[in-house]
């Protein structure tokens, strides 16, 4: 009795301590890819966006510069007008001094003299008109270009209004494409836990199936003979069991979120001798298209099955024991988004 005592394995703890600690950092993982995959979509979404406010900051500089432009016509036409109208009343001086100057020799009656002033202040009062129509075809042209000023100020605003309006609406669309990525994450989270909760009380009575983190784990050995690629019986009930809830799953998750099972095959890392693989990278890939290729014939969607091998470059654990060589020998099942 004593000696069965003395037989009886001790609680180890390390172990769960570890798949909480891989699990953590799974899920840590699995959110900055949901993240990436956010930044993604959405810069995809605003690159479209992002064109269209170039060609509208584009416009409004275009239409910056007309308007400076106009203002710089306006103020040399303001200009002209100036000296024009201080033209004018020099002309207008002069044509009242002639104009008094006249009436005083008309006054003393000196005849010849008022012949010439008169002359002279014809003159003046045509060069007076001229300037005068000169003065009025440049504010006629003034008003046109206030016109034409106004209209660009009205279309410069019209194209700042459409830029912030078009900004807010890039902000909107980033913001509600965030939320439904979110949703959709949290939807397909929330069957990912059913699906391994489902799994895990139809497999819990199996030892050599194990779930770390979000995966199931399968040793090799449970599906597949020695260095083959071929499912043995038992392989091939357990791979029943898992396409019959996968195909209930895929009824239930709507069709707008992207879901798939990816299969990953993994060997431990001695090398293969001989036989048809050449290399542990083929054996693995291999027995990952085996799986998914049995659960394609009990009905799953093949568009939701995901086949990679891994060779020996991903262990679980380290260490060349037979052990460790067991544990790494696998195939592993997550269910994610495409």
Avoid at 115 to 130: F, K, N, P, T
């Amino acid at each position: 009795m004593s000696a069965s005592r003395r037989r009886q394995p001790r609680a180890d703890y390390w172990p769960g301590f570890v798949d909480a600690m891989a699990t953590l950092l799974l899920v840590i993982i699995f959110l900055l890819s949901v993240f990436m995959l956010a930044q993604f979509f959405l810069s995809q979404e605003i690159s479209g966006k992002d064109t269209a406010l170039t060609r509208l900051n584009a416009q409004i500089a275009e239409l910056t510069q007309l308007l400076a432009l106009e203002r710089a016509q306006s103020g040399s036409l303001e200009d002209q007008i100036a000296v024009l109208q201080a033209s004018i009343q020099d002309v207008e001086g002069e044509r009242d001094s002639l104009q008094g100057q006249l009436s005083a020799l008309q006054a003393e009656g000196e005849g010849p003299n008022v012949g010439v002033l008169q002359d002279q202040l014809d003159e003046e009062q045509a060069l007076s008109q001229r300037a005068l129509a000169r003065v009025e075809l440049l504010n006629q042209q003034l008003t046109a270009l206030r016109r034409q000023i106004a209209a660009l100020e009205s279309a410069l605003a019209a194209s700042e209004s459409r830029d912030e309006e078009s900004q807010a609406r890039i902000a909107d669309l980033g913001r509600r494409l965030n939320v439904a990525l979110a949703q959709r994450v949290q939807e397909l989270s929330r069957y990912r836990s059913d699906f391994f909760g489902r799994l895990r009380q139809l497999l819990s009575d199996r030892s050599n199936i194990q779930v770390v983190g979000d995966r199931f784990v399968f040793q090799s050995e449970v599906l597949f003979p020695s260095g083959s690629d071929e499912l043995n019986p038992q392989g091939e009930g357990e791979l029943d069991t898992l396409a019959a809830e996968l195909i209930d799953l895929g009824n239930e998750i709507p069709d707008d979120i992207d879901w798939v099972l990816r299969v990953d095959g993994h060997t431990d890392s001695r090398p293969i001798s001989g036989g048809r693989f050449r290399s542990n990278w083929d054996l693995s890939a291999a027995r990952a298209i085996s799986v998914v290729q049995h659960l394609i014939d009990q009905g799953v969607p093949p568009d939701r099955l995901v086949a990679a091998g891994f060779g020996e470059y991903q262990p679980l654990v380290d260490g060349e024991t037979p052990e460790a060589y067991a544990q790494n020998r696998r195939i592993e099942l997550k269910l994610t988004q495409r």
